[in-house]
């Protein structure tokens, strides 16, 4: 396992936690950072910035990534979700996309695991399978998984679908 995540690989952690429309509030990253003692270095930025600020501190006093996969884990925990649990599987898949590259996923159950590490986007088109058989679940048409399969892992869900 790395000793540290690249800069790259934290930068798309706190864009993917700190996303405007899945991720977590500014009051959520204020009781998380406090609960895992990481010091809020720039409140006043905006989310993903003071997350990638955060977390990058955190590592860099450390020298290990140790308090960021602690930092993730109390985030993902899927009982802190149980009033709004349609925000677990947006936040858990964004996560997991910037994850790739680290070789790492938060699981359903709010865990983290190793997983083969993506050095490309196409090469997370495998991991569609996970996002096809959330959609199956949730009672999505059979003719979106079948035509949207590629288009599901490149973020362009509507528009390249329409187009078949």
Not at 78 to 105: D, Y
Request: with cysteine.
């Amino acid at each position: 396992m790395a000793k540290h995540f690249a800069q790259s690989q934290l930068e798309a952690v706190a864009g993917a936690m700190g996303d405007t429309d899945d991720g977590l509030a500014d009051s959520e990253i204020a009781h998380l950072l406090a609960s895992c003692k990481m010091k809020d270095p720039d409140p006043a930025l905006t989310k993903r910035h003071r997350l990638y600020n955060a977390l990058a501190l955190s590592q860099n006093v450390r020298q290990d990534r140790l308090a960021v996969l602690a930092f993730i884990r109390k985030t993902m925990k899927p009982e802190r979700f149980a009033r709004a649990p349609e925000r677990f599987e947006p936040l858990r898949a964004n996560l997991n996309l910037a994850l790739a590259f680290a070789g790492l996923c938060v699981t359903e159950a709010g865990e983290i695991e190793s997983t083969d590490k993506a050095a490309t986007l196409s090469e997370a088109k495998r991991r569609a399978e996970e996002l096809r058989a959330d959609l199956s679940i949730r009672g999505a048409h059979p003719d979106v998984l079948r035509f949207c399969r590629e288009e599901l892992l490149a973020d362009n869900y509507f528009t390249q679908c329409l187009k078949r």
